[in-house]
């Protein structure tokens, strides 16, 4: 499966953004999948994930409350969307899908996603 991500760019603190990944090749039923991020100099983090055939949504404490992941099954598209956001959200932003689906207490591990997107570079200031 390929993965594109988009929806990128400059915005204010305080403002709001939303990233999309649109898969081709298969569909993501039956996958989990996921966004993670990379700040300048910072290691890979886990942003969200959701099991794209349904059930919960996970997200790291530095975002919940601020960003939702959603998908689009019609479209098989997946969705981040960013609000409030604070110039510590700026990073490189990557899509990931896992060839099945991952248990919930694994999902923010990188390895556990088999598919990658090139990323979308969000930059927020102050």
């Known amino acids: 499966v390929q993965l594109q991500a988009s929806g990128g760019g400059l915005v204010q603190a305080g403002g709001s953004l939303r990233l999309a990944c649109a898969a081709s090749?298969?569909?993501?039923?039956?996958?989990?999948v996921a966004w993670f991020r990379q700040a300048p100099g910072k290691e890979r983090e886990f942003v969200a994930s959701?099991?794209?055939?349904?059930?919960?949504?996970f997200y790291a404490d530095s975002v919940k409350g601020r960003f939702t992941i959603s998908r689009d099954n019609a479209e098989n598209t997946v969705y981040l969307q960013m609000n409030s956001l604070k110039p510590e959200d700026t990073a490189v932003y990557y899509c990931?899908?896992?060839?099945?689906?991952?248990?919930?207490?694994?999902?923010?591990?990188?390895?556990?996603?088999?598919?990658w997107g090139q990323g979308t570079l969000v930059t927020v200031s102050s």
């Open positions: 990931a899908a896992s060839t099945g689906r991952v248990i919930n207490t694994a999902q923010h591990m990188a390895r556990m996603y088999h598919y």
């Open positions: 959701t099991k794209y055939s349904g059930g919960g949504t």
């Open positions: 090749g298969r569909t993501l039923s039956g996958s989990t």
